[in-house]
């Protein structure tokens, strides 16, 4: 390879660089030989704190970024916390947690673009759910405070004994997931556009156009908790089914490429006596953030007619006559020993009920298909 000629403008350049520390105007004498890294006498510029001291007040737009750097741009992150009941006002026995839709939005964050021209996003919604019954003609229960969400942010496998009560049959292993659902705003060539989706946890999509802005989407009547002030925090009945305390960030980053795809299994086991807890009741898993599918498989060679698979809401009562399940899911017809893979409803868990309280004890494995 031959080495670059420097041009006439390089040489002054670099002859300009070796004199300028005798043009100091400052009351200081500085040493002519040795060029202190932080002069303490005056303000760096972001370039040489960037590289001075490895560091950077602020995310950079793209423009900004010195070459080779990999960064995005600014970063528009918030978190909110919102309360909601599950059942739909008023009470309709016997109730169904399907009946109400998540209708309510709740603005979380904003981001556009500086230089007016459309770019890429990256938008990531993630949280997580607290779940608590109810009972008809019961006290109103309050939204919890952000540290008892946090301290509950694990669940455990349960088991619906008796209905309204739950008790746990595992340790608190899994991510409590929230039930709520993200509406995305987009404003690009087209004008001002709307997509919907559920969370389940954790959800990412990759946007082009001038501005994104994230809402949440909740049930009627849901409102976001404002701790600072107590007077306008509204307890909620539940309506015999429950409430829902959710704490979910949005993060909105510019960035020039693409996401890229990665997909991961997760799986869950768990084995179920139908003689332990009265035989019929419910064992509920908790489904992982993340999770899109799921495919349930059997270890036992004998056909498994007498086990009911359902998408459930863990932690909402079935009390009263009350519904808390949102679809049943079906064995293979061959062999009877495994499911289809199924795409997951907006559903924090699944319900595994021996319909026969003499069957043997069965071992069943959960398989998810998760999106980090």
């Given amino acids: 390879m031959t080495r670059k000629k420097l041009s006439i403008g390089d040489i002054r350049q670099a002859q300009r660089d070796e004199v300028r520390q005798y043009r100091n105007k400052d009351v200081y004498l500085p040493n002519p030989s040795e060029t202190p890294i932080i002069d303490k006498r005056r303000s760096l510029s972001k370039r040489s704190k960037r590289h001075a001291l490895g560091m950077r007040q602020t995310p950079e737009r793209l423009f900004e970024l010195v070459v080779g750097d990999a960064g995005a741009g600014q970063t528009v992150y918030r978190k909110i916390h919102a309360f909601y009941q599950l059942a739909e006002p008023p009470v309709a026995l016997p109730n169904r947690l399907s009946r109400s839709p998540y209708s309510t939005a709740l603005a979380i964050a904003t981001e556009r673009s500086l230089t007016q021209n459309p770019k890429y996003w ?23 405070s952000d ?12 088991v619906e004994f008796p209905a309204g009560v739950f008790v746990n049959i595992s340790p608190a292993f899994v991510p409590s997931v929230p039930t709520a659902q993200v509406r995305i705003m987009v404003h690009d060539e087209s004008g001002q556009r709307f997509f919907d989706a559920d969370v389940i946890g954790s959800r990412s999509f990759s946007l082009y156009g001038f501005g994104v802005t994230v809402f949440l989407l909740v049930k009627p009547g849901g409102y976001e908790v404002d701790a600072q002030n107590p007077g306008s925090v509204i307890p909620f009945t539940g309506n015999g089914l ?3 305390d959710d704490l979910v960030g949005a993060r909105i980053v510019g960035l020039f490429s693409n996401r890229s795809n990665s997909v991961q299994n997760r799986s869950l086991s768990i084995t179920v006596n139908p003689a332990d807890f009265a035989g019929v009741a419910p064992r509920i898993v908790p489904i992982p953030p993340g999770a899109r599918t799921v495919q349930i498989f059997s270890h036992d060679p004998l056909p498994a007619v007498d086990w009911l698979l359902q998408f459930w809401y863990g932690g909402a009562s079935s009390a009263g006559g009350s519904r808390p399940d949102v679809g049943i899911i079906d064995w293979e017809p061959v062999g009877l020993a495994r499911t289809s893979i ?8 699944i319900a595994i009920t021996p319909t026969n309280p003499l069957a043997a004890a069965r071992s069943f494995s959960l398989v998810f298909e998760v999106e980090p």
């Fill in 242 to 244: 429950g409430v829902e």
């Fill in 147 to 158: 540290a008892e969400v946090t301290s509950r942010q694990f669940i455990a496998y349960q």
């Fill in 122 to 144: 990256h938008v990531s919604v993630y949280g997580i759910g607290v779940r608590r019954p109810s009972i008809v003609g019961g006290p109103p229960l309050a939204p919890l």
């Fill in 342 to 349: 199924i795409t997951i409803p907006n559903a924090p868990s």
